[in-house]
């Protein structure tokens, strides 16, 4: 008889907490009867899984190979799972979805009000993350879709452009000298206060690569973790400017772009999905939503 779906759930836990005790904790179970049961499944495929012999429970050769087909084996599960819950006509449905932090600025709200316009029984769970981690919760299953960059992206993850994001300086409506339409050269941007995301945010680092390549350092008074914190910190302090998407600003009546010469490099947002992932009517809505969305609000062409 071969292995169980319990067996390999099992082993996999006890490969991540390196112990039985604790394994067997966090699946509800006693110790004795989770070492039987790996004993099991060892005896089952005919090899050894695990190395009991240090103070850490570590598989073997052959364990480290079983538990990535065994991983593999239970997200196609799950994926079956859903596949048979899906419902073409969307009276029910469920997508997770991920995106990196600018586009939860001014893309989610619209998307989430179209969504549940056209269609209210699908529900959707959010995530904000960076690009790298959204890829590989892809590739793991624990997303549908993603919304992110293009640009190299892990094996086994496929893009889609969506739009052109511009980004640009913007300072608060009634900073002195708003009334100058001429853009700002780039080398008096080495003199101007910030505040700017911090490092951990892509774009953040595709704003650092601006100033690399036109050798400015300009100083950063605040860095911050959220747009909302950044849009804030402008509004009230008329000194300081950031640099946000274009589309953020022409949400914030408070706020104004300053042109910039030479203008900071476009980037292309993407919907990003695993390629062998099975799509559903769920995912399938969402990705004619997201189109439509895009082109309502007249986001330029990628």
Same mark, same amino acid.
């Given at each position: /008889?071969?292995?169980?779906?319990?067996?390999?759930?099992?082993?996999?836990?006890?490969?991540?907490?390196?112990?039985?005790? #604790?394994?067997?904790?966090?699946?509800?179970?006693? &110790?004795?009867?989770?070492?039987?049961?790996?004993?099991?499944?060892? *005896?089952?495929?005919?090899?050894?899984?695990?190395?009991? =012999?240090?103070?850490?429970?570590?598989?073997?050769?052959?364990?480290?190979?079983?538990?990535?087909?065994?991983?593999?084996?239970?997200?196609?599960?799950?994926?079956?799972?859903?596949?048979?819950?899906?419902?073409?006509?969307?009276? *029910? %449905?469920?997508? @997770?979805?991920?995106?990196?932090?600018?586009?939860?600025?001014?893309?989610? %709200? $619209?998307?989430?009000?179209?969504? @549940?316009?056209?269609?209210?029984?699908?529900?959707?769970?959010?995530?904000?993350?960076? &690009?790298? #981690?959204?890829?590989?919760?892809?590739?793991?299953?624990?997303?549908?879709?993603?919304?992110?960059?293009?640009?190299?992206?892990? $094996? +086994?993850? =496929?893009?889609?452009?969506?739009?052109?994001?511009?980004?640009?300086?913007?300072? !608060?409506?009634?900073? $002195?000298?708003?009334?100058?339409?001429?853009? /700002?050269?780039?080398?008096?941007? +080495?003199?101007?206060?910030?505040?700017?995301? =911090?490092?951990?945010?892509?774009?953040?680092?595709?704003?650092?690569?601006?100033?690399?390549?036109?050798?400015?350092?300009?100083?950063?008074?605040?860095?911050?973790? !959220?747009?909302?914190?950044?849009?804030?910190?402008?509004?009230?302090?008329?000194?300081?400017?950031?640099?946000?998407?274009?589309?953020?600003?022409?949400?914030?009546?408070?706020?104004?772009?300053?042109?910039?010469?030479?203008?900071?490099?476009? #980037?292309?947002?993407?919907?990003? @999905?695993?390629?062998?992932?099975?799509? =559903?009517?769920?995912? @399938?809505?969402?990705?004619?939503?997201?189109? &439509?969305?895009?082109?309502?609000? +007249?986001?330029?062409?990628?």
């Amino acid at each position: /008889m071969g292995p169980e779906l319990r067996h390999l759930r099992y082993l996999i836990a006890v490969a991540e907490h390196g112990n039985f005790t #604790r394994a067997a904790e966090a699946l509800t179970i006693s &110790q004795p009867t989770l070492s039987q049961q790996i004993k099991q499944l060892e *005896r089952s495929v005919g090899a050894q899984l695990l190395d009991r =012999s240090g103070r850490t429970v570590r598989l073997t050769d052959a364990g480290t190979a079983y538990v990535h087909y065994a991983r593999r084996a239970l997200r196609e599960l799950a994926a079956a799972d859903r596949a048979v819950l899906d419902v073409a006509d969307l009276t *029910r %449905g469920h997508l @997770r979805l991920a995106m990196t932090p600018t586009f939860t600025a001014y893309l989610l %709200g $619209p998307l989430v009000a179209a969504v @549940r316009d056209e269609h209210p029984g699908l529900t959707l769970e959010v995530h904000e993350e960076p &690009q790298d #981690r959204i890829e590989a919760g892809l590739l793991a299953d624990e997303i549908d879709l993603g919304i992110a960059f293009e640009g190299p992206h892990l $094996p +086994g993850v =496929s893009a889609t452009a969506l739009f052109a994001e511009t980004l640009g300086l913007v300072a !608060t409506a009634h900073r $002195p000298g708003a009334e100058d339409p001429r853009p /700002m050269p780039v080398d008096r941007l +080495g003199g101007q206060p910030l505040a700017l995301l =911090s490092a951990d945010f892509a774009t953040r680092r595709h704003i650092d690569a601006y100033f690399a390549h036109h050798r400015i350092d300009p100083p950063i008074a605040v860095e911050a973790d !959220t747009i909302q914190a950044l849009t804030e910190i402008v509004r009230r302090t008329p000194l300081l400017a950031t640099v946000l998407p274009d589309a953020i600003t022409d949400d914030h009546p408070h706020l104004a772009p300053v042109p910039l010469d030479p203008p900071l490099p476009t #980037r292309v947002a993407a919907l990003l @999905r695993r390629e062998s992932a099975y799509r =559903s009517a769920a995912a @399938r809505a969402f990705t004619r939503v997201v189109a &439509q969305v895009v082109r309502d609000r +007249g986001y330029p062409a990628p």
